[in-house]
């Protein structure tokens, strides 16, 4: 009898475990229920490729009384970290459009400095990079982001429908990269909004300021030029001094501000890609009145996407 009790106690443990850790990569064997999230709220994520340590939090929310499938929209935050205040300033847009918003927290305590999070944790160091120094592809930052996509689709009633993504500022230069480096990573819209700087898809330049030496090649290229991305800065962001915006030779070759680094950066693409003989998927959005501030630039961001 007491190896008995002791068998359903271990078990009940086990089970507890597995409750208090629910869709965040742990007893991965029993998975979690679908649409358990319900308005606003945080849900830890426990990245299954990697380990416990690589977990980052998810600020949603989903909206009540709504049809029971709804897109999802992935929102991606600055160099600021702030997470939480990019789900509040877009949550009245997505309970009138009726979307599910979902803001993944990078946090600097887990993907510390630039490297590990607009860069993609490719390489040790990305702005230094050796051919034979990258990662595997498992262990980028750009790859968690269809392993949450999948996440919130078990957790929501987002299975099956579309999916789309808002990236500003260091989010725009983290998205930008994602959707470049991972071709077969599939989202029907995504608006890069106000990035510093960008990485070309040409093999000409080296990384991170372009493709070169870097596994993306043509075929890389096209899948990107074929998406669907729209470009978004205003026109008021135009301060070559703002105190987070990078000047190097390289940097300044793309623009002197934001503004001009999303001209350059589209119309730079559009020639490669017309160059290359590949479709061209993109349009330019240049908002006026609108400075850097990300909740405005946010807010407009899904207005494109959902007019």
């Not at 629910?22 to 490729?49: H, R």
């Not at 997505?94 to 803001?103: D, K, T, Y």
């Not at 490297?115 to 050796?130: Q, T």
């Not at 959707?179 to 898809?201: E, I, M, N, Q, R």
């Amino acid at each position: 009898m007491w190896l008995n009790r002791h068998a359903v106690k271990t078990l009940c443990m086990t089970a507890l475990s597995c409750m208090l850790l629910l869709g965040a990569g742990a007893c991965s064997d029993n998975k979690p229920p679908s649409n358990t999230w319900l308005g606003s709220g945080m849900q830890v994520f426990y990245d299954e490729a990697l380990n416990e340590a690589r977990s980052l939090r998810l600020f949603y929310y989903v909206p009540e009384n709504k049809a029971a499938k709804m897109p999802v929209v992935m929102v991606f935050h600055g160099i600021e970290r702030n997470a939480i205040e990019y789900r509040d300033a877009l949550i009245a847009k997505a309970a009138a459009a009726g979307f599910i918003l979902v803001v993944p927290e990078f946090s600097e305590e887990v993907f510390p400095g630039s490297n590990a999070f607009a860069l993609g944790d490719m390489y040790p160091d990305g702005e230094l990079p050796k051919a034979d120094s990258l990662r595997p592809s498992t262990a980028w930052s750009f790859s968690i982001v269809p392993r949450i996509l999948q996440f919130v689709r078990m957790k929501t009633p987002a299975a099956g429908t579309q999916a789309y993504a808002i990236g500003h500022s260091a989010g725009a230069q983290f998205l930008h990269r994602t959707l470049l480096f991972l071709p077969d990573f599939k989202v029907d819209a995504a608006v890069v909004s106000a990035a510093g700087w960008y990485t070309l898809p040409d093999k000409q330049v080296k990384f991170p300021y372009g493709t070169g030496i870097s596994p993306a090649d043509s075929v890389y290229h096209a899948a990107f030029f074929q998406r669907k991305i729209l470009v978004q800065v205003g026109m008021n962001d135009n301060n070559p001094n703002s105190s987070t915006l990078r000047h190097t030779p390289e940097s300044d070759a793309q623009g002197l501000h934001r503004l001009a680094r999303a001209q350059y950066f589209y119309n730079r693409c559009a020639y490669l890609a017309g160059q290359s003989g590949k479709p061209f998927n993109w349009s330019l959005h240049q908002i006026p009145g609108l400075g850097h501030d990300f909740t405005q630039a946010i807010n407009r961001s899904a207005d494109l996407l959902f007019p």
